[in-house]
């Protein structure tokens, strides 16, 4: 495999199991050292021990990313462990699956806080140490052509479109599109790269909640929701954690050095806008 991320130091949230060790483990085959940034500390460590076994460096911080204070913690760490941060990945994300009559505060504010607050600190604590990392002369200039950092957000196929039975979640997916245009407006002086992927349906522990609660709620059986929405695919399958990870790679190579503000559907044609 190509080594695009050689040197790079990213890190990776919630990246103790599902989509987001997927992407931790491709950025460290591309050459990346990483911090998994997670809420699970086992996890975390485990995720940890893989990527070494690569012959990459990698540390576990154990963080809430709906907390800012945690989150400049995590970014003080990496800078003094690491030296620098090139790659932000925000993967860390909660879904709550409810009717939106009965939907209570305490879960619009856990999911949003997760999804929404989490991407956008981290962003904003991660930014702030990518631009004070732009060499002076180079900042002076206010151009130059290769890129100062990555960003790469997580929004979802909910956030194209509503959902009766996850109005937090698809809310807090669809403002991750705005978040993600309003980030790369303000680094784009900096040559910083800021742009999002919307992943369908890939089976991960997070699916199978959402197929026990749906199923619940709709009474169907066990399985029955998650084949509902393969059976839209027009690639007719599911996707993989590693399907996701090969474009989230992409947006952090230097590939995509003239990409920012946008949002990438990789969802086997799910969605088409
Ligand atoms: N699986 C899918 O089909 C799908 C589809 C679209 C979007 N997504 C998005 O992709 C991302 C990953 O999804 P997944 O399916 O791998 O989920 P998952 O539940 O399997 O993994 C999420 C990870 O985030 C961690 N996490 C949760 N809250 C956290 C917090 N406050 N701080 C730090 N870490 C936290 C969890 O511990 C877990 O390791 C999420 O943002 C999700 O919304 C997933």
């Known amino acids: 495999m190509e080594l695009r991320l050689s040197g790079r130091v990213a890190i990776v949230t919630g990246s103790g199991q599902g989509i987001g060790k997927a992407v931790a483990m491709r950025l460290a085959r591309e050459g990346a050292d990483i911090v998994v940034a997670e809420i699970n500390r086992e996890t975390a460590v485990a995720t940890v021990r893989e990527i070494q076994t690569l012959g990459r460096r990698a540390q576990a ?7 800012p204070a945690e989150i400049q913690l995590l970014v003080d760490r990496t800078v003094g462990q690491f030296g620098c941060i090139d790659i932000l990945v925000n993967v860390a994300g909660i879904a709550k699956t409810q009717s939106f009559l009965e939907m209570t505060e305490d879960v619009w504010d856990r999911v949003v806080d997760t999804n929404l ?10 930014g702030r140490q990518m ?4 060499p002076p002369e180079v900042a002076a200039q206010g151009r130059a052509g290769r890129s100062y950092g990555k ?7 909910s956030g194209r479109h509503g959902r009766s039975v996850q109005m937090a979640y698809a809310a807090s997916k669809a403002a991750i599109i705005s978040a993600t245009q309003s980030a790369a407006l303000a680094f784009s002086p900096y040559n910083i790269n800021v742009n999002a992927v919307c992943p369908g349906v890939v089976p991960t522990p997070m699916w199978e909640q959402i197929d026990r609660d749906r199923s619940r709620l709709m009474g169907a059986k066990p399985g029955e929701a998650l084949k509902a929405f393969i059976d839209k695919v027009p690639l007719q399958r599911a996707g993989s954690p590693e399907d996701v990870a090969g474009a989230v790679a992409f947006l952090c190579s230097a590939d995509a050095d003239y990409i920012t503000g946008q949002t990438l559907n990789v969802d086997g044609g799910f969605e088409m806008n």
């Open 131 to 134: 631009i004070r990392q732009v």
């Open 117 to 126: 607050k989490g991407t956008v600190f981290c962003m904003q604590a991660v």
């Open 151 to 157: 960003i790469v957000n997580f929004s979802s196929i």
């Open 61 to 67: 911080h154990p963080v809430d990313v709906g907390c």
